[in-house]
T-cell receptor, first 112, second 116 residues
């Protein structure tokens, strides 16, 4: 079982729709949770960072963490064509070693 | 803010060549820098963690003599792929963290390495 599972998609939705992106993880020691957006030929750009269960909102983006279920989500409201990209979940276990464990990334397409 | 610059973006070279990749934090001091590698259709995988002025910590299965990491200042880390072979062809990307352990990491744009 991979440590972080993420559906690679592609996920195609119409402009204006609410997008839900998800990851599951297996290691209960994971403490810090991030979502990155990556455009083609660019590095990952940090969107959301959180370390506790619950919701965190930033503009059109909401990150949700459920540590009891080992499940994290990213919601995008009022999706725009410019949101078309690959979205990566990344997790840190903490305890002094903080290299990121990534999911494979979900390729999101917002149709105009 | 939190800009990381990685150079070069693309390298094509012959087998046996050594290749150096630079990673710079432009507007913050990076106490720790990380190097990742990504093969096609795979996740980004951590190769090593480097702290300024210290030896890098390599992940299991990553050859430290093959992938030399130097983190001589708070804004620069380099990865040298020594005597590169075709199986070293991959996408290499660095990240930098300016805050405490567990804090967010900011990425460069990566280097596409192709060994002929």
């Amino acid at each position: 079982q991979k440590e972080v599972e993420q559906d690679p998609g592609p996920l195609s939705v119409p402009e204006g729709a609410i997008v839900s992106l998800n990851c599951t993880y297996s290691n209960s020691a994971f403490q810090y949770f991030m979502w990155y957006r990556q455009y083609s030929r660019k590095g990952p750009e940090l969107l959301m960072y959180t370390y506790s269960s619950g919701n965190k909102e930033d503009g059109r983006f909401t990150a949700q963490v459920d540590k009891s279920s080992k499940y994290i989500s990213l919601f995008i409201r009022d999706s725009q064509p410019s949101d078309s990209a690959t979205y990566l979940c990344a997790i840190i276990s903490g305890g002094g070693a903080d290299g990121l464990t990534f999911g494979k990334g979900t390729h999101l397409i917002i149709q105009p | 803010g939190a800009v990381v610059s990685q150079h070069p973006s693309r390298v094509i070279c012959k087998s046996g060549t050594s290749v150096k990749i630079e990673c710079r934090s432009l507007d913050f001091q990076a106490t720790t820098m990380f190097w990742y590698r990504q093969f096609p259709k795979q996740s980004l995988m951590l190769m090593a963690t480097s702290n300024e002025g210290s030896k890098a910590t390599y992940e299991q299965g990553v050859e430290k003599d093959k992938f030399l990491i130097n983190h001589a200042s708070l804004t620069l880390s380099t990865l040298t792929v020594t005597s590169a072979h075709p199986e070293d062809s991959s996408f290499y990307i660095c990240s930098a963290r300016g805050g405490p352990v567990g804090g967010p990491q900011h990425f460069g744009d990566g280097t596409r390495l192709s060994i002929l």
